[in-house]
């Protein structure tokens, strides 16, 4: 991809595979040091799935992953996870209240969240302070997506996996979240994955952009490739979503 | 009771079969087999203990008990087969609650170490053990099954497999113990144990029948309670890997 940027996240061959059927088939590629970078592709690309290989949640068939230049394997996964934070498409969480959640990655650690820094974070993605001791099953779809998101900031990651955290958003709160991430990648210089279905959103918010299709990676570059792809097939993907 | 009174206890069992033929229930099979096996198995068994009480050796108590053992796990393992070395799990549980109960049962003289003693209480420690199992194994695979997203949540956010599935085992234990506990609530108001019930029809005093009977509904209630925890913790290593991952069924 870029040889301006040292790689946080460095794929060299590698499969993935759930018994017979191939989920990633030889992944090859870098993710920069402090940019973001989007992975496009229609629904069943892989690309969930990449993102949990990252986290060390699942691990390859084949191939290496290095993480800052040391093979995945030789971090202990506790301190991987911790480093390489992941916000879930589904925006799980556990039943209590606002707070509880944003404290679990410090109870985790057996430690604990003050109501001071947690009044900041949700402050930081755009919540109002009163929903702090609301319980989360009274939150809305988007509230909750915040939340997981303010939840997997706790963990200062250097590196952040973001799965769809916006489709279920409203503009305003989808706008939110954008400028959110763009100011915590530029303030800590935190490197950023983000799997989105909306092209525009990878063109305005993405450095890069690797666009996967079928388990595979079919073109990567700056992200203003999905203006003019290269690929024959990326470009037909461009111009369905787009249409 | 004589075999003429005995002989005419079919009748409960004739009852059912004129209902299951009547209403089409297909139960009849079903219900005519159970009465065949219980008859044997129970007359079988009769004679067995009949023979070890007699005999008074130590071999054919420890006989005994190893095939009530061998017997309830492998009807509790067929329920926690997604489990790896299941088998063995639910094998050394049952072997853990019989030496602590029949421990501290003989440990502290509190019943005789005979044959008539420890062979009807580790049938009934055995049998209770073995239901509690399998109560705590469907609830279990199920809490697995059905809060997998929570359990990746706590492990994406740096937790250990024991935090990811803490609160999975907890209310799978909590559940599987609910039966124990709340039968005991209502014991003697609701039901009459069948213990209990058995030796004052046999002729024993009351008190002393309700004295041993409490001895049963104690032993029971901390059976309930080391099976499932001590079942719990042996399980919830296996679902996952040594880069703590969860190993998906």
Redesign the interface.
């Known amino acids: 991809m870029s040889t301006q940027y040292k790689p946080a996240i460095h794929f060299q061959h590698v499969d993935y595979r759930i018994g017979d059927i191939e989920i990633l088939n030889d992944i090859t590629g870098s993710f920069p040091q402090g940019r973001i970078t989007t992975l496009v592709g229609p629904s069943g690309a892989g690309k969930s799935t990449l993102l949990k290989l990252c986290?060390?949640?699942?691990?390859p068939a084949n191939g290496e992953i290095f993480i800052k230049d040391k093979a995945i394997?030789e971090y202990d996964?506790?301190?991987l996870?911790?480093m390489v934070?992941?916000a879930?498409q589904?925006a799980?969480m556990?039943s209590g209240t606002v707070y509880e959640n944003l404290n679990?990655?410090l109870e985790?650690?057996g430690q604990q969240l003050s109501k001071e820094e947690a009044l900041e974070l949700l402050e930081d993605v755009g919540l109002k302070s009163d929903l702090l001791e609301r319980k989360v099953k009274e939150l809305s779809g988007g509230q909750r997506q915040k939340v997981s998101i303010a939840?997997?900031l706790v963990?200062k990651p250097e590196i952040l996996l973001m799965d769809e955290i916006t489709s279920s958003l409203d503009r305003a709160s989808k706008l939110e979240v954008e400028e959110l991430i763009s100011k915590i990648n530029r303030k800590y210089n935190t490197t950023i994955i983000w799997i989105t279905h909306n092209l525009q959103q990878a063109l305005e918010i993405g450095d890069y952009t690797w666009v996967m299709m079928d388990g595979q990676v079919v073109e990567t570059g700056e992200s203003s490739l999905l203006e003019d792809p290269h690929n024959s097939r990326v470009n037909e993907f461009v111009k369905g979503v787009v249409s | 009771m004589s075999y003429w009174a005995l002989s005419l206890t079919l009748i409960f069992v004739l009852i059912p079969l004129v209902l299951s033929k009547t209403l089409n229930l297909g139960l009849g099979r079903d219900m005519t087999v159970a009465t065949v096996r219980s008859i044997i198995q129970l007359l079988a068994v009769g004679y067995v203990l009949k023979f070890v009480f007699d005999s008074e050796s130590l071999i054919y108590i420890l006989l005994m008990v190893a095939l009530m053992i061998v017997a309830a796990t492998h009807n509790a393992q067929k329920k926690g087969a997604a489990i790896q070395g299941i088998t063995w799990k639910i094998a050394v549980t049952l072997i853990f609650v019989e030496v602590l109960t029949q421990g501290i049962l003989i440990g502290f003289n509190i019943t005789p170490a005979t044959a008539q003693y420890i062979i009807p209480i580790s049938g009934m420690v055995i049998g209770n053990s073995m239901v509690l199992s399998i109560l705590f194994l469907n609830r279990f695979t199920a809490e697995v099954e059905d809060h997998q997203?929570?359990t990746?949540?706590?492990?994406?956010?740096?937790?250990?497999p024991k935090?990811a599935i803490h609160?999975q085992l907890i209310n799978s234990i909590k559940a599987s113990m609910i039966p124990t506990i709340e039968s005991q609530k209502t014991v003697g108001l609701v039901q009459l144990p069948g213990m209990m019930s058995g030796q004052i029809i046999a002729g024993a005093d009351p008190i002393q029948a309700v004295q041993f009977q409490l001895l049963i509904m104690f032993l029971l209630l901390t059976t309930a309670a080391v099976t499932s925890v001590f079942l719990g913790y042996l399980s919830y290593p296996t679902l996952f890997n040594k880069?703590?991952?969860?190993l998906k069924g």
């Open positions: 986290n060390g949640l699942i691990s394997g996964p506790v301190e996870r911790r934070g992941m879930l589904s799980p556990i679990l990655p985790l650690q939840r997997t963990n | 997203d929570q990746e949540l706590i492990l994406a956010l740096g937790g250990t935090q609160r880069r703590m991952q969860l």
